[in-house]
């Protein structure tokens, strides 16, 4: 095997007005099986606090998801020691120039951070006679990145260290099963790493995503939860974009008084629908209350049978002006017409967004003076996300991956975890991850939830400041069981 490259750099920040000097290393790891021939090389960023007390300082393992995504969102948009800079908070430009400045919000002064990206994306690949596509499941993933903490946490010399997880999106369920394989056991992963955790930071929740219900599981009974869960979402929608009448209300009321509703009379009425016992006088009502909280006419939640899927509402809501909003965060726009179909590039916020992540990512690879042969993957979708392997070895199959994050929260009395969401998030929303969470069992009082003015990517939009300060006082174990 060739020797893993490691390029380090000595390098300070200033974060909340403070100077942090710090190591910042980044490299490759050599990660074997445990026949102990190499299967992996994963690249990582780690930066480490210039401190004699590093020993016991926190540290963050933090990844994005997909699966197909490198860390480079997290990495440059709220962690970091370093930032994207765009030229507006929403709707920006996506053409160069883009900026990098020092990340005043960066956790660095408070905790270590590691940036992982999974076998297939960034720089990481297969090595040996392993292939990439050993990799691409849920428990092959997760298991892999298990062992690079563990060898991580021995080369530095950090199992004393409070650990953390932070994950995006898929990130959030590649989390909450490591919270579990980190622990290990007989019957799930067949290898006891006894590494246990004090927190997980979940963004862009996505624990419902990919499950597999067994083959001979009874259908569920009436609508599709998701018209309940994701109702809220367009409601705010329409509010940001005025297509209701505010009243004096703000986004968090709004998305209140919407999920008020979705519960209780919607959630009725959708059940009644399908058993045919809705009056039609009642079908009327609830879809002028629709129209009043979504700005479409009831005459198209009528069409519709009063569901609406997301990707219908955000070509819709905006037709009149020839504009479509994004599904990742609904605050951003592109003409409606012409669209190539693509999920991500036609995005109207993702295709905003990627192009100065990526930029100004690689300006940080040149102050960091890595040099690598081969192009970083920073979204890597052919070939992984399509294969990806859902079934789960030792699980019962249909549990939800909230229930992973349960589990491993019986095992250790002391894990925290937060849930992070943006209102304008139309892809993972916030009632869904409070409903997963709440309904696992997990213990109730160890569970935050926080709501952001933003959207998938919630630290974008004006609200970086907010979500570092709740994560800095998670971290800190004085984050308010109650807020947002």
Not at 296 to 314: D, F, H, I, N
């Amino acid at each position: 095997m060739p020797t893993p490259r490691q390029f380090v750099t000595k390098r300070r920040v200033s974060i909340r007005g403070k100077p942090v000097e710090y190591t910042a290393t980044a490299g490759e790891t050599i990660v074997s099986n445990l026949a102990n021939e190499p299967i992996a090389s994963i690249f990582s960023f780690a930066y480490v606090r210039s401190n004699p007390g590093n020993a016991k300082r926190p540290v963050l393992f933090i990844f994005n998801g997909g699966p197909g995504s490198s860390s480079i969102w997290l990495h440059m948009g709220i962690f970091g020691p370093r930032r994207l800079v765009l030229d507006s908070e929403v709707n920006p430009s996506n053409t160069p120039p883009f900026g990098l400045q020092d990340n005043p919000y960066s956790l660095l002064d408070i905790a270590d951070l590691v940036f992982i990206d999974p076998v297939g994306t960034g720089y990481s690949h297969a090595v040996g006679n392993a292939r990439n596509e050993d990799f691409y499941g849920v428990d092959e993933d997760a298991e892999s990145i298990a062992r690079f903490i563990e060898l991580w946490l021995t080369k530095n010399g950090r199992w004393n260290s409070p650990k953390y997880l932070v994950g995006e999106s898929y990130g959030s369920i590649r989390a909450a099963v490591l919270s579990r394989a980190l622990m290990g056991g007989v019957t799930y992963t067949g290898v006891m790493r006894g590494i246990t955790l004090d927190g997980v930071i979940l963004l862009g929740v996505a624990l419902n995503a990919g499950v597999v219900a067994p083959p001979d599981a009874p259908r569920p009974n009436g609508p599709d939860p998701s018209a309940v869960t994701s109702l809220p979402s367009l409601a705010v929608t329409a509010w940001y974009h005025n297509r209701i009448a505010r009243g004096g209300r703000d986004a968090g009321a709004i998305y209140a008084e919407a999920t008020a509703f979705a519960k209780r009379d919607y959630a009725d009425a959708l059940a009644r629908l399908g058993a045919g016992t809705l009056p039609e006088a009642e079908k009327l009502a609830i879809a002028q209350r629709l129209s009043d909280l979504t700005g479409l006419p009831a005459e198209a939640w009528l069409k519709a049978g009063l569901r609406m899927s997301v990707q219908a509402y955000g070509k819709q809501l905006l037709a009149p002006s020839n504009q479509e909003v994004g599904m990742y965060d609904s605050r951003y726009t592109l003409p409606l017409a012409l669209s190539g179909g693509d999920p991500v590039s036609d995005d109207p916020a993702m295709g905003r967004y990627v192009p100065g992540f990526v930029a100004s990512f690689h300006d940080m690879l040149k102050e960091l003076k890595v040099d690598m042969p081969v192009p970083y993957g920073s979204i890597v979708w052919e070939g992984l996300n399509p294969k990806w392997n859902w079934v789960r070895a030792g699980v019962p199959a249909g549990q939800n991956f909230a229930g992973d994050l349960a589990i491993a929260m019986r095992r250790n009395p002391r894990l925290r975890v937060l849930s992070a969401s943006g209102y304008y998030d139309m892809v993972t929303t916030p009632n869904q991850a409070e409903k997963d969470l709440r309904g696992s069992g997990a213990a109730p009082d160890r569970v935050f939830f926080r709501n952001y003015e933003s959207g998938h990517m919630l630290y974008l939009g004006g609200t970086a400041r907010l979500f570092a300060d709740d994560v800095r006082a998670f971290v800190l174990d004085q984050l308010p069981p109650q807020g947002r």
